[in-house]
């Protein structure tokens, strides 16, 4: 049981836009920042949105993060097929002193 | 480009230790937050604990009372010690840095390719 809770899966079609939720806690989510990363088969993940909103360079404008209260969202835009991967969020929890992960989702173009 | 490279044995037996090391090259270790993130098979990330360059540490309560992170700044690499495993532990364990100087939970960027750890005799 993860501390952070995403949906399982989700899916699109080329071209949609997709949102992929994240939900949490006064001590995490509710204080501090939310980081998202995405995982294509066999690979390490890669830092997708960080502090909620930021993009690092070399990631398309397609991804876009938000926070409000105690929950996030990744939103991608313009669905392209290499966007099949799995989405983690994550953030710094003060209760456990440490950082939680989501369980992940996972996204399906088809 | 900061690249990261776990190494270590990719078979531990049973009530053994797990040791990994992870070698930082093309900057330095100094000033940055250096994690461990493991993945089961088929599953999701868990956070194992975190080392920064003056060599304090803090680890997931979960593995705690089982785990050691240390850093050598002379080599560029951090390590870690996961001791009494057992077949839970398999995972692919990755390296990563927090994405921000001096920080951490802002990201972590960059990963190492990740070290496949299977425990079993």
């Known amino acids: 049981q993860s501390v952070l809770t995403q949906p399982p899966s989700a899916s699109g079609t080329p071209g949609q836009r997709v949102t992929i939720s994240c939900s949490g806690s006064s001590s995490n989510i509710g204080s501090n920042t939310v980081n998202w990363y995405q995982q294509l088969p066999g690979t390490a993940p890669k830092l997708l949105i960080y502090?909620?909103?930021q993009r690092p360079s070399g990631v398309p404008d397609r991804f876009s993060g938000s926070k409000s209260g105690t929950s996030a969202s990744l939103a991608i835009s313009g669905l392209q097929s290499e966007d099949e991967a799995d989405y983690y969020c994550a953030a710094w929890d003060d209760s456990l002193n440490g950082v939680v992960f989501g369980g992940g989702t996972r996204l399906t173009v088809l | 480009q900061v690249e990261l490279q776990e190494s270590g044995p990719g078979l531990v037996r049973p009530s053994e230790t797990l040791s990994l090391t992870c070698t930082v090259s093309g900057g330095s270790i100094s000033n940055y937050f250096w994690s461990w993130i493991r993945q089961p098979p088929g599953k999701g990330l868990e956070w194992i604990g975190y080392v920064y360059d003056s060599g304090s540490t803090k680890y997931n309560p979960s593995l705690k009372s089982r785990v050691t992170i240390s850093i050598d700044t002379s080599k560029n690499q951090f390590s870690l010690n996961l001791r009494s495993v057992t077949a839970a532990d398999t995972a692919v364990y990755y390296c990563a840095r927090d994405s921000q100087i001096g920080m951490i939970g802002e990201g972590f960027d960059p990963w190492g390719q990740g070290a496949r750890v299977t425990v079993s005799t």
């Open positions: 502090r909620n909103n």
